[in-house]
């Protein structure tokens, strides 16, 4: 795979009459943070977003700067609006930060013909416009009459072949990847050729969500251990009693070729071996901590033996992947386990990468993230790449 990265870009451009200098460069970011009414209530993505952009700026680009906020699905809803993203933006840096309150048309054209130099237009959501996620090439050729080249810097939308993803490229072939996107490339790409062994620690709410992750990493890892309520689909699988625990019933039979895939493979395939039970899912719900789960009870997070074996592997480890607590960590009563598995990990000598919304709210919490190698934003997409799956969004950055 090769992307051109900013670096390259902007030192090839300098010397050529192609210059940034007043060019006006269209930058996809991935600027979906949650709001507080009309104020950005977590500016985090924004603030990860500034190194792109502000190369840009300083090169004299006008950047033209596009993402979209929620799932608003095709429709104008105001209270999934960019606006109060430009006006945190305007905050964060000197740059004049302008809002249009469109991505296409006439008055999104004549905004973005009159940046000057170092100055940004921070177009409305992509996605109240239905043409953006059914990649429709007059939208996408609408979103690139805007702008005279394009860097995608949205690791978390690249495995969506969208228009400002992948159509816009066609219209916009002089395309690069941002210094976000190639850091996530770089850093997952880890996994996908690991020093080994390889532990993958796997939790989370569904199997249904990480089946194809799952049956990848029993085919790649030396390790795979896994937590959270998908654990309670395999152990059902394998005729343990689960009591009222998470099951996918209709995911039995896919666990149990999962297994048998990892055993061909020859990766251990760890599940827990005791759990806290409880008998509701309530911060003062009674709980025990048992090898096997009777009826009236549910596994909410792996048990103190469990947590010690995986915490084990991780220092056995070279290389860690980790996605999806290991239990309902909201409740602080069930939180041991990915408590104990996020502060391995962390303590690890392997480089380690973590990816996943509630995982990483979790280490986060815990005040572990500069311990840890990869901090991944990406979501479904890091799920995709570290499956060796083609993204859409860098398969349009090849050249
Ligand atoms: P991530 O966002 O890190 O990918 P997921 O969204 O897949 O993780 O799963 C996180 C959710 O899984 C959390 O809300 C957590 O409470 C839930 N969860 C974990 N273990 C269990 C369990 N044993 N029973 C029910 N829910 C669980
Ligand atoms: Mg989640």
Not at 147 to 171: L, P
Not at 174 to 184: F, I, K, M, S, T
Not at 224 to 253: C, N, P, W
Request: a negative charge.
């Amino acid at each position: 795979m090769h992307v051109t990265s900013l670096d390259d870009w902007i030192s090839r451009a300098k010397d050529t009459p192609r210059s940034l200098r007043g060019r006006r460069v269209f930058l996809r970011a991935d600027l979906n943070v949650p709001l507080d009414g009309n104020r950005v209530r977590d500016d985090t993505r924004i603030r990860a977003s500034l190194g792109t952009l502000t190369r840009l700026l300083n090169e004299g680009a006008s950047v033209i700067l596009a993402s979209h906020l929620g799932r608003p699905k095709g429709q104008v809803n105001p209270s999934l609006s960019l606006a109060p993203v430009a006006v945190r933006l305007s905050e964060l840096i000197p740059n004049p930060v302008h809002f249009i309150a469109d991505c296409i048309g006439k008055e999104a054209q004549t905004a973005a013909a009159a940046l000057s130099p170092g100055e940004v237009l921070v177009l409305e959501n992509l996605r109240f416009h239905p043409g953006e996620t059914e990649n429709d090439p007059k939208f996408a050729e609408e979103l690139a009459q805007l702008a005279e080249a394009y860097v995608n810097d949205a690791f978390g939308t690249a495995h969506r072949a969208h228009a400002s993803t992948v159509g816009i490229v066609h219209h916009l072939p002089d395309a690069v990847a941002g210094d976000l996107l190639r850091a996530e490339l770089s850093h997952l790409g880890v996994v996908l050729e690991p020093q080994r062994p390889l532990l993958c620690l796997l939790g989370g709410a569904k199997v249904s969500d990480k089946m194809g992750v799952l049956r990848a990493l029993s085919e790649r890892a030396d390790v795979l251990a896994i937590g959270g309520a998908m654990a309670y689909t395999f152990l059902a699988a394998k005729g343990h009693s689960v009591g009222q625990s998470l099951v996918e019933t209709d995911r039995i039979d896919d666990s149990l070729s999962i297994m048998e895939a990892a055993k061909t493979n020859q990766c251990k395939l760890l599940l827990p071996t005791d759990h806290v039970i409880a008998r509701g899912l309530e911060e003062d719900s009674e709980t025990r901590i048992e090898s096997e789960i009777p009826e009236g009870w549910m596994g909410v997070d792996i048990g103190p033996m469990t947590a010690t074996a995986y915490a084990h592997e991780a220092k056995l480890a070279q290389t860690i992947m980790w996605n999806g607590p290991m239990g309902v960590f909201e409740i602080v009563s069930f939180a041991s386990g990915t408590r104990e598995v996020a502060q391995a990990v962390a303590g690890a000598s392997a480089t380690s990468v973590v990816g996943g919304g509630d995982s990483l709210a979790a280490i986060n919490q815990l005040e572990l993230g500069d311990q840890i190698n990869h901090l991944s934003t990406g979501g479904g997409a890091s799920l995709e790449f570290i499956q060796g799956l083609t993204l859409p969004g860098v398969a349009a950055l090849e050249k």
